[in-house]
């Protein structure tokens, strides 16, 4: 298998698995070592007392792009912790997207930066999470 396989059969094994992300009405795409793109519709349920976007879904979507990318060597990993720059307000019936690029990777240690856009480019967050792997395969 591919490289390239590899990372799409971990994100479709991940995502058959993933009733949050599922239920929310994420999608994943643009999967690849060390890559990933998730993208969902900010919906009315997910407005805050201010009319914005929850910063917790924004996250969320970020979080999710993460993990798909620093779990695309058929090996499971999870969250060490992460920290969220928000920069631009989400709005109901905004289309989010977040990018994931692999910053570095070493023995058991990930870093990866998530960048959130609205469909109109405007980046609404920077996202930096930081991996752990574990011994265990996804397949």
Do not use: W
Not at 67 to 76: E, I, K, P
């Amino acid at each position: 298998m591919s490289p390239q396989e590899l990372a799409e059969a971990c994100a479709a094994a991940m995502y058959a698995a993933d009733t949050a992300s599922r239920s929310l009405g994420i999608t994943v795409s643009g999967v690849a070592p060390g890559r990933a793109t998730a993208s969902m519709t900010v919906a009315p349920s997910m407005v805050n007392g201010h009319d914005i976007g929850h910063g917790g879904y924004v996250f969320l979507l970020a979080d999710t792009a993460f993990a798909f990318a620093c779990n695309t060597y058929d090996r499971v990993t999870v969250a060490a912790g992460a920290d969220v720059s928000f920069l631009e307000p989400a709005r109901a019936g905004d289309e989010l997207t977040a990018t994931a690029v692999e910053r570095s990777r070493r023995g058991r240690s990930g870093l990866y930066d998530v960048t959130v856009t609205r469909a109109d480019g405007t980046v609404l967050a920077e996202f930096r999470g930081r991996s752990r792997t574990l011994d265990k395969p996804i397949l």
